[in-house]
């Protein structure tokens, strides 16, 4: 199948930096790329939908100054958290899919980000 | 209400038994679905889309239920290696798009 890759897999950042995460298609290009957020033992939740070359769309309270996504590629996506609290500690993880809605979309391996 | 709800379990059954997991939907709407595997502090991975009409693959069975908006998953001849969080997913559209994810059924198979 596809390969989405997630760099980096783990960081720990101090209260107060920011902190990017790539997520990459290596195989495909990705028109559209997702970002979820995973909390322990709770469900995967979903932050924003990026379209390559315009400006993502954020779900219902996740702030869009916090969490910037960048999408300027067909094969790269940037998370910035930005001014990072250890609240944001969490699991991120991108999916991206090739075209159609109804195409697979693949999962990155995630980046676990603790934040002290 | 959770759009999607499952019970977290865990389950915990013997190798080779036959295990059942239940996922409930709230959003009618809904045109996608699907089961996802998870792995401890890994991505999730598809396990298997969910037709209407039920589908098997190997020892997996899905079957979706609409009008009771109810989507189950069967293990048959459980290995040690099914140990896993399955997640339940829907989507209003097709699968490439977003994804509702339950909060997941943890699956131990045991010797």
């Known amino acids: 199948g596809a390969v989405v890759s997630q760099h980096p897999s783990r960081v720990i950042c101090k209260s107060g930096t920011s902190v990017k995460i790539e997520c990459r298609s290596l195989d495909f290009q990705a028109t559209t790329m997702f970002w979820y957020r995973q909390f322990p033992k709770q469900s995967l939740m979903l932050m924003a939908t990026s379209n390559e070359g315009s400006k993502a769309t954020y779900e219902q309270g996740v702030e869009k100054d916090k969490f910037l996504i960048n999408h300027a590629s067909l094969t790269l996506s940037t998370l910035t958290v930005t001014s990072a609290h250890p609240e944001d500690s969490s699991f991120y993880i991108c999916?991206?899919?090739?075209?159609?809605?109804?195409?697979?979309?693949?999962f990155g391996q995630g980046t676990r980000l603790t934040v002290v | 209400r959770k759009e999607v709800e499952q019970d977290p379990g865990p389950f915990n059954v013997p190798e080779g038994a036959t295990v059942a997991f239940n996922c409930t939907y709230s959003n009618s709407a809904s045109q996608s679905f699907f089961w996802y595997r998870q792995d401890c502090r890994k991505e999730p991975k598809l396990l298997m889309s969910?037709?209407?009409s039920g589908n098997e693959d190997g020892r997996f069975t899905a079957q979706l239920n609409r009008a009771s908006q109810y989507i189950s998953l069967l293990i048959r001849d459980s290995k040690l290696s099914d140990s896993a969080t399955y997640l339940c997913v829907v989507s209003l559209t097709g699968g490439g798009n977003k994804l509702t994810f339950g909060t997941g059924t943890q699956l131990k198979v045991e010797l």
């Open positions: 999916s991206a899919r090739a075209g159609a809605t109804n195409t697979e979309a693949f």
């Open positions: 969910v037709y209407s």
